[in-house]
């Protein structure tokens, strides 16, 4: 059996979780999620507790036992608590804004580029720097996040792109000069 698999959800007040026909629906004050569960994984709701269990031994049951496990427990605490992502961009002259519902971003290309954010994706731009994603889906937040990264990812050498609040960019050092050599 999968460690992870075993451990329990605790599921705030406030958060229904519901397992009918391999489907799971986790509904809270931030909105529902549903995921299908596939395998020999079944769910069982009781109290303020949800359990996660294995029907068989097979090897592909053990892995999907711990991911759907994980899964689930991600999907309560995005329905209760929501998620953040939080991107800084560095670079001369280097900006973004909130235009409507697009970001626009400076970014230092000819053009703008404008993102505009899939359904359930909150996008807000604190300071010209810096950008907040937020969101129930704990997926979906990460991959918006890593999209707007891959505008600009960090170079290496002046640090400048877009990247994660906190990330270290691993300096190069320069070319040097050769005086010296003959």
């Not at 509904?27 to 294995?54: C, F, N, Q, S, Y």
């Not at 090897?59 to 689930?72: D, E, F, M, P, S």
Request: aromatic residues 6%; charged residues 25%.
């Amino acid at each position: 059996m999968s460690r992870i698999g075993k451990k329990t959800i605790a599921v705030p007040a406030g958060v229904s979780v519901d397992f009918k026909d391999h489907v799971v629906t986790v509904k809270g004050p931030k909105g529902t999620l549903t995921r299908e569960v596939k395998g020999a994984i079944d769910v069982k709701h009781e109290g303020a507790e949800v359990h996660v269990l294995a029907l068989d031994e097979q090897k592909q049951t053990n892995a999907l036992h711990g991911l759907y496990r994980a899964l689930i427990a991600d999907m309560v605490k995005g329905v209760s608590e929501g998620f953040v992502k939080n991107l800084e961009i560095k670079g001369v002259g280097w900006k973004a804004q909130m235009q409507g519902n697009k970001l626009v971003m400076n970014i230092g290309y000819s053009h703008t580029v404008d993102f505009v954010p899939p359904e359930g994706i909150k996008i807000e731009c604190p300071g010209p720097t810096d950008i907040t994603v937020s969101g129930i889906d704990k997926v979906l937040v990460g991959q918006v996040a890593a999209d707007l990264r891959a505008y600009r990812t960090p170079e290496p050498y002046h640090g400048y792109g877009i990247r994660y609040k906190g990330e270290h960019v691993e300096h190069k050092e320069g070319k040097t000069s050769g005086k010296g050599k003959k």
